[in-house]
């Protein structure tokens, strides 16, 4: 099971720090990936990192501004969202993932488990 916090509503160019917390022994089996879903578009990949915390990905919109990383020991992911601008502006969702990641993850299919949304608002 995976609970995704830490959303809230934030001026652009603030920053926020979103955590995705998974309950089982076997978390650090799994690759974690953040996706977003912004009002009447579709969901969309925005970041991923490796079963041990080696790779990380990113979508092009959100490269060198969020940051993904994990502590397997505490179970949690985090994605820290910097610079953060209102297209940013969505229910981001984290995702866990048995597929050994060799290229950058953004397809929902490859992902096994969905925790429920966190909104991020941001106001210009």
């Known amino acids: 099971q995976l609970q995704a916090s830490g959303g809230g509503l934030v001026q652009a160019g603030g920053s926020l720090r979103l955590s995705c917390a998974a309950s089982?022994?076997?978390?650090?089996?799994?690759?974690t990936g953040w996706f977003r879903r912004a009002p009447g578009k579709e969901r969309e990949f925005a970041a991923a990192i490796s079963r041990s915390g080696s790779g990380t990905y990113y979508a092009d919109s959100v490269k060198g501004r969020f940051t993904i990383s994990r502590d397997n020991a505490k179970n949690t992911v985090y994605l820290q969202m910097n610079s953060l601008k209102p297209e940013d502006t969505a229910v981001y969702y984290c995702?866990?993932?048995?597929?050994?990641?060799?290229?950058?993850?953004?397809?929902?299919?490859?992902?096994?488990?969905w925790g429920q949304g966190t909104q991020v608002t941001v106001s210009s």
């Open positions: 089982g022994r076997t978390f650090s089996s799994y690759g």
């Open positions: 995702a866990a993932s048995s597929v050994r990641f060799t290229i950058t993850p953004s397809r929902s299919y490859e992902y096994d488990y």
